[in-house]
Structures are given as structure tokens and as C-alpha cells.
């Protein structure tokens, strides 16, 4: 009798084991099939919006209305603590002159600061017209996707953020960053780039550049929200993104962008 | 303390063209130059060794250990330059802790260490054990203990543990040629995958480095072998050199193959920052890259290699164009780098203008200090040689 009882317990013991064993065979089988699948999302590498009940931030800029007053940049940097020498910009205004001959004629004297005086002689002018520049706030990223430890990253607003205290200040992302929009902060040591005043969006209010344009050349706005403003002007203008061809998924719209643009 | 500009200032003053406000410091100086160097020579030295190794190239035996320890010892350097160069250099650690999953750049310290550990320490521990046991036998004071210590404790040299030892480092070996590849080929890919960068965005990135780096590597090895040889008053044989020669040659051919092929498609695509590239090379590349990597580099040592393939006399001549040859791949494949990285940031992302750059002499990102991360790998080797002296090792029987 004891011995069948024993003999049933090695049975009971090697059917729970072989359970046991099962069981923990399917859990890393999935478990490993989940982790293989999502980095391959990370691979893929589209950052779409999460949490619906937030906005989901776009720019428009209209080159029709910049008139390289330099307001923007200058009050960018003040705003955002931007050292003011002339290396260092997390919005910049460019000035382009298409000359009759067809070459380029591209400057940005300290950032368009101090405004533009046209260096070129009228009667050999094409046509002329400003540029301002910042953070494309890209869906798909470049300098987030290199970041090696994730200091940069895009807010559940699609903002494209910085954390300073974790940077370690390789500069991977300011060499991925087609635009030119990231610099290295020469007080902080940690890259440094536009928020798109993050802190004043929390409160409600415009980026410090859009507030004080004084010809409503820059507009932010609701993605996600149809009846925007921003919504209805993209519906109602041909707008382009700059470098659509790197697949940035760029969020900074410019209306009547012309083709010298990079 | 307040920040200085007046650098800033100067390049702004010597740019050309319009670039963009932030570009004007250049990002990547000297010290990412050094890096890509120092791992191509630990990759390419070790590729050598497993020659020798995995596929039985008898001719290569005395460069085997030169040829690891050479890997090993600039291994130990290649992090140092990457480290110094960060903003941030006390931080360095969050790569390995919070490593993000899609950054390239993430992946290094794991690639490293699994070289360093997996590959190179382990396959030199077993192929030094045995020489080690015995040693530590024979030796007295502290170098009893540093050999003792050094064998980890395991201390059996039967026949059959020999054996073990043995093919555990074939495997090792077999494992490490696929290690030695992805270390250098994902180097290359830091570079590759950045699509920002016309000059650096091809996926032939990382083959180009993988090869560039097998002929520094062996070049390197080449080097050594002939100045070990000089202060230990052996005399070098040419044999050994020939061998190395032809794998070099070879080599040498399929990274200019490769090279000139990424250049030839850039030059018939003619992309949009076509332009731009043409100016890079013909003004601010000029020197280093047709002089000092096209001529200097790989025209001259291709030209005298296959000279050397078939005139085989006047071995005191032979010995002399091998030295000279290994000095130009690396005068070479040094400018390569130099052409990858500090070229790669010369011309703006607008397509539009240059940047300038100088490199200072002293500070962290200086000349001085990229001479000194290249001068230490050769004291580790001098050290590593004193303490596991390959031509002291413990014959085996086959």
C-alpha cells in the first residue's frame, strides 16, 4: 500500500513538473515573442499619439508673413535661457535672395537678432524672402532615435524634450538632427534645443517666439482637433514640411515654402 | 566659470558659405577620429590571429599571441577617448544601465564588453594557462602569485585539460571572427545610419570600416612583429612577412574596391548634396583624402605589395618595404577616419556653406591627448609582452 502511494506521489510530482515546466516554456516563449515584436516597433521607430484626451502639437510657419524682424529669436532666448552669443539658437530667422543669375544667396547674421540688411543690389534680386527655423517637433524623430540613453524623447504632446539632468552629453542627436536645430549648451554641457516652451504650453500660454510675432507669421495648434485653427489653415493652405524625403514625420508646416529651402 | 568664445569667433570668421547658427562648432573632434581607429586596429589585429587559428595558416604562427595581445591592449584603450570626449563624462555609465533600445550608439558598451570578456580574455586565458600553470610552478615571490592568480586557480595540465583548453579556444576563436566583425561593422554603422548626413549615410558604412579596419589591423601586427623581433635581436622572417603581405595585398584591394565603389555611385547619382561633397573633397579634403588616404595610404602600398608578390629577392630590401609599407596603411586608414568623421561635419546640413576646424594641442579634445590614448595600447603591449612573452610559452604537440 505504501508503495503505491509513492509510487502515485512520483507520478503526481513528475505530471506537476512536466506542468510546471510547460507553463514556464510558454511564458518565455511569449515573453521573448513579445520583447522580439516590440523592438521591432522601435525598430520601425513611428511615434503615434497615445492619450487621445491630449493635444497633439503642430507648427505652421508663413513665409509670407515674415518680415526678419528677428523678435522671435530674440525673445526666444531670453525666455529659454539661451546664451546670446551667436552660436547658440533654438529659433533662427534665414534670409534667402534668388539672384537674376539663379545662385542662392543665404544669411542669418546672428540669427536675424539684429534683422537683415540686404547685401545684394536690388536690380540684381530674383526675389527675396525670410525663413524662420526651430524644432520641426518630428513624429519619427532622428535625434530621439539615437539618443543612447533616452534623455531625448517626445512628450505625449509630440513635443520633442531634453532631459537635461540625464544627458550625457555624446552629441549623437545634434549630428542626426537634419535642421541643424540642436547645439550642445555651453554653461549646462547637455544638449539644448527648442520645447516649443513647454512650460508656457502647461500654463496655457503661446511659445514666447509665437506671442511676440508681430505679424502672426508662427502658429502652433491641435493636431487632433479638426476645428483648430491649425487644422483649418493646413486645410486651406499648401503647406510642406522641410527634407520630406528623410521621413522625419515633421510637425512644423511652412506655407509658401519655396524650393532653395533646406 | 564663464564659458570662452573667442574660438567660436574665429571659426564664424573663417566659415564659408551660409551654415547653419549651430553648426559652427564642430561637434566630433580628434578623440571620435582616434576612436574608430583604435577599434579597427583590435578588430583587424584579432581577424589576423584567427587566421592563423581557425584556418590553419601554419606561415602565421609566430604573429598569433603578438596579434591578440595587440588586440587586448588596444582594446583596453578604445572607451577612453569615447568617454573623455562626453559633456558629460560622469554619466557615461547610464549607457549600460538605461541603454535606449533604438539608439545605435546604445549597443557599444554591450558589443565591447562581449568582445573584451567573451573573446579576447578568454582566449588568450586559454591558450596561456598552461604556460601560466608552469610558470607560476617555476617562479618565486610575488611573480609566483600574479601567474597563480592569473590561472584563476586552475591549475590541471593533464593531457586531457590541455586538451579542453585547446578546443575551447578554437571555439572562442570561431565565435570572436563574427564578434570582430559586428565590433568594427556596427562602428561603422554609427556613422551609416545617421541620414542627416549625406557623407555618412550609406549602408556601405560599415563594410568600408570592416575592411579598412582588417588592413590597419594587420598592418599594426606586421609592425610589431618587426620591432619585437628588432629588440629581442631575432631576426624577422620574411617568410612570416610574405604571409602577411599577401593577406594585406588582398585586403587592401577589396577596401579600395569597396571604397571606390561608395564614391563612383555617390558620383553617378549625384544626389542633392552632390555639390556640396564635390567642394569637401576637392577644398577642405583635399590632402587628406587624396594625398594622405588615396596615394600615401593605398595607392603606393597596393602598387609596391604587388611588386612584392612577385619579386622576391634581396630580402634586407623586402624587409625595409614591408616596414614602410605598414607605416603608410596606417598614415592611411588614420586619414580615413579623419576623412569620415571631421569631414563629415565640415559642410553645413544646409548644403550651403563650410565650417572650419582647427585642433588645439592641449585640453581634453587636443592633439596631445589623441597622441596619448594612441601611445598607451603600445605601453599595455610592452607590459603584456613582459608578462605573457609569447616566445616563452610552453610547447605544445598538434
Redesign the interface.
Known sequence: MSQSTSTMGNEKIKTSRRKFLKTATILTGATLGYSWLK?SQ??L?AAEPKDETLPWYGIVIDIQKCIGCGSCAKACKSENDVPV?????RT?I?QYTVKNDGT?D???P??GIDGFEQRVPTEDIFKSYFVP?MCNHCSKS?C???????ATYESPEGVVLIDEK???????C???????????H??K??ANKCTLCYHRLKKGLAPACMEVCPTGARMYGNLRDKNSDLVKYLKEHTTQVLRPH?NTGAKLYYNALSGEV? | MA?H?QH?YDI?AHSQ?????????L??GILIVVYPFITGLVAGAFILASLERVFKVKILKPTYQIALLTALSFLLVATMPLIS?????R??Y??MI?????????I?GFVYLWYLTVVLLLEIWFDYRHSMVVWSNERTGIMKWIYKILTLGVSDITPKTLKWDRKLGYIITVVGIPSAFILHGYVGF?FG?????PWWSTPLMPIIFLFSAMVSGISLVLLVYMIISYFRKKVVDVNVLDAIGKYLFFVLILDFTLEGLDQIQRIYEAEESFEIIKLLVSSKLYLTLFVSQGLIGTIIPLITLAFLQFYKHQIKLRKTMYFIIGILVLIGVYSMRWNVVIGG?LF?????GFTSFKVGLIGLDGTLMAAFWLVLPIGILAFLLWLLPPWKMVKEED
Open positions: 523592438s522601435v525598430l521607430f552669443e551667436p552660436f547658440f539658437f533662427w534665414e542662392v543665404i544669411v542669418s546672428n540669427g527655423k532622428p530621439s532615435q539615437v539618443c543612447p540613453v533616452g540625464y544627458c550625457i552629453g555624446c552629441r549623437y545634434v549630428q542626426a538632427c537634419p535642421y541643424g536645430c540642436r547645439f550642445i555651453p554653461v554641457k547637455v528623410l533646406r | 564659458p568664445y567660436l564664424l558659405g551660409y551654415i547653419f547658427p549651430n553648426e559652427i562648432d561637434q566630433w570626449h562626453l559633456s558629460q563624462p554619466r557615461a547610464e549607457i538605461t541603454p535606449h533600445s533604438s539608439s545605435a550608439m546604445a557599444f554609427i545610419s545617421i541620414k542627416a548626413n561635419q553645413s546640413k544646409s548644403f550651403s
